[in-house]
């Protein structure tokens, strides 16, 4: 079973792990709206390079989605997996931090955005 979201909504994910030495730094924001049926999910990258450095762009498209066709609990409701669908995502800003800022930060702070849009996104399944 597929779902989609039935409005627009905004979401933000923080990745932030302070340690001795190295630490891991990565924030994401994003926009996500219901899309035409049968475009699937559509991502934009819309971020300028002082926001988010264009090598993380790839990291952070995979995270997306990933989180969009993952199984997962979204409040109180169950999203089947491999369900989110027709969306449209567009990534509007972040930051980095030029030390500790890296792919994995970069992915966990995409889904992390994910999942705080879809909670404000309304999923309804469709068949």
Known sequence: MRATIAKAAEGEGRFIRRSVGRGQYGHVQIRIKPNKRGNGIEIINSASDDEIPTKYSKSIGEAIRFALESEMAIGDQVVDEHCI?????RVVGGSFDATDSNELA?????IFAVKAALKKAKPVRIS
């Open 85 to 89: 669908d027709d969306v449209l995502v």
């Open 106 to 110: 970069f992915k966990m702070a995409g």
